[in-house]
Nanobody
Framework: VQLQASGGGSVQPGGSLRLSCVAS????????VGWFRQTPGKEREFVAI??????STKYTDSVKGRFTISRGKRTGYLQMNSLKPEDTAVYYC?????????????????WGQGTLVTVSS
């Protein structure tokens, strides 16, 4: 049972990346998918979440209008546009939230391994 996050990399400010999160060993079909990020010395912070049906989403204020979360049956995505240096972090996907649709990292039972996003000129 695992989540595999991928798609990170190095981009210049204003650039774009698309992160993916694939589930293996369990079905994401009935779970919401969350994306979080973490920088050294700081706590993991909420970025975005989408419900199991894909009908509802939520974003942290700093990424609204720039990031878009989406999903398929087994995969979650985070499209990141207009990237800024302050978006530099390791990004994690998560699933199995209790309660559902939670923005708290402690609510999640499954985590991907993280993918590094670096935004720098």
């Amino acid at each position: 049972v695992q989540l595999q996050a991928s798609g990170g990399g190095s981009v210049q400010p204003g650039g774009s990346l698309r992160l993916s999160c694939v589930a293996s060993g369990f079905s994401l079909n009935y779970d919401g998918v969350g994306w979080f990020r973490q920088t050294p010395g700081k706590e993991r912070e909420f970025v975005a979440i989408i419900t199991s049906s894909g009908s509802s989403t939520k974003y942290t204020d700093s990424v609204k209008g720039r990031f878009t979360i989406s999903r398929g049956k087994r995969t979650g995505y985070l499209q990141m546009n207009s990237l800024k240096p302050e978006d530099t972090a390791v990004y994690y996907c998560a699933a199995q939230s209790s309660p559902p649709f939670s923005t708290s990292p402690s609510s999640y039972g499954y985590w991907g391994q993280g993918t590094l996003v670096t935004v720098s000129s």
